[in-house]
T-cell receptor, first 109, second 114 residues
């Protein structure tokens, strides 16, 4: 079967760095996504990794290790507007997305 | 204006009523999806459609039906609503020509079944 795990909630300080981890088990893999979702709003795309390594996009970076079934989203220079839920999603062998429950990130001044 | 529009945004209804949630998009995407989101759970796929003549069940299709009236329109129906269908529903689109498979979401429809 397929399974995705990510922490339920994390707290960090404005200006700091935070790493949100996502581990997964799957029989087929066609990429891993990170989405951001502010409370009561729609998810918005952050990143896509299909090969091992780090993808950097401004203050946000995403890392993938397929052999370890592991990804993380790294957020630098945290701002209050980064308070949101971060959703990890796996694209399986049928090109369907399997979603984690999301990590609620709380940023404190 | 939003590229993916859902109506209604909020709906309160009673058990047994028929409900339709509508989704329209101006992105020109061929693929459309309906998801539900419950607190503490990941997004769950209800139905998806890769083009006008294609309808596929997702992981939680029981109690729901869909219609792809045109490439730009995808509606979700609850034939006889029940309280455990109370949730936030999202429509999403994607373009099969994009290798990333990125989804573009509507603003959501909050449904409460009493």
């Amino acid at each position: 079967g397929q399974n995705i795990d990510q922490p339920t909630e994390m707290t960090a300080t404005e200006g700091a760095i935070v790493q949100i981890n996502c581990t997964y088990q799957t029989s087929g893999f066609n990429g891993l996504f990170w989405y951001q979702q502010h409370a009561g709003e729609a998810p918005t795309f952050l990143s896509y990794n299909v090969l091992d390594g780090l993808e950097e996009k401004g203050r946000f970076s995403s890392f993938l290790s397929r052999s370890k079934g592991y990804s993380y989203l790294l957020l630098k220079e945290l701002q209050m507007k980064d308070s949101a839920s971060y959703l990890c999603a796996l694209m399986d062998s049928n090109y369907q997305l399997i979603w984690g429950a999301g990590t609620k990130l709380i940023i404190k001044p | 204006d939003a590229d993916v529009t859902q109506t209604p945004r909020n709906r309160i209804t009673k058990t047994g009523k028929r409900i339709m949630l509508e989704c329209s998009q101006t992105k020109g995407h061929d693929r459309m999806y309906w998801y539900r989101q419950d607190p503490g759970l990941g997004l769950q796929l209800i139905y998806y459609s890769f083009d006008v003549k294609d309808i596929n069940k997702g992981e939680i299709s029981d109690g729901y039906s869909v219609s792809r009236q045109a490439q730009a329109k995808f509606s979700l129906s609850l034939e006889s609503a029940i309280p455990n269908q109370t949730a936030l529903y999202f429509c999403a689109t994607s373009d099969s020509r994009l290798h990333t498979g990125e989804l573009f979401f509507g603003e959501g429809s909050r449904l409460t079944v009493l």
